[in-house]
């Protein structure tokens, strides 16, 4: 990052060990870190120093940590990855809904965190940039290629004739590539807010879709599952 100005990092976590690999970590990367640990500190930091990223622990010792990314959410959109022991889905996916961009569950790896937070701080830029992402030109990745443009998809070039319904859940993922979008969100980005709760229509889809893109479909390529949660498009290849 020779010549960008620094990112700024707040990590909001309260156990000593953690929060030292994680700023030593993001130090050696070239961010800008700020650490807080615990909730009311956190809030305090983000007001007072206005980060690029917040890696927040969900369990921190005074807040709970979804009411702290509601809080965060009411006045700013600086992307929030949660970092989260606990293993519950149900923690992991209404964290995602209250507005956090992305999660990471204990124990993670160097490459992993840094990968989410480079992906989260890429979408605020274009977000910020152009507003809503324009759903035109192509996205690609391996073998597979939506052109947005012609509403289609093909895999080694070949048209993979999604159905309509296919093609809108693949735009969507495609569009967020990189990151995961719980199924409450695709289900009501995708039919709107009177959508079913019931992900099974989003499984069903998911069957037929890959099946015509993937090689192998027990092993996705392209779409991944994050168990209970959503799905995550793999992130685009740049030159
Ligand atoms: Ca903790």
Known sequence: MANEIKR????????????TFLRATLLAEGYDVITAHDGQNALGMISSHCPDCVLLDLGLPDMDGNQIIQSI?????????????????????????????DYMTKPFGTVELLARIRTALRHTHTTSETGELALTGCYRVGGLEIDYNKCRVYLD?????????????????????????????????LWGPAASSDNKILRVHMAGIRRKIEPNPNEPRYIFTEVGVGYRMAEEERP
């Not at 700024?8 to 929060?19: N, R, S």
């Not at 009411?74 to 970092?83: A, D, F, S």
């Not at 159905?163 to 967020?176: D, F, Q, S």
Request: aromatic share 4%.
């Open 8 to 19: 700024k990092i707040l990590i909001a976590e309260d156990d000593p060990g953690i929060c």
């Open 73 to 101: 959410r009411k006045w700013t959109h600086t992307p929030i990855v949660v970092i989260s022991a606990r293993s519950m889905e149900d923690d992991k996916a209404r964290a995602l809904d209250l507005g956090a961009d």
């Open 157 to 189: 070039g070949e048209d993979v004739h999604l159905t309509p319904n296919e093609y809108r859940i693949v735009a969507l993922l495609g569009k967020h590539a990189g990151r995961v979008l719980t199924y409450k969100s695709m289900l009501r980005e």
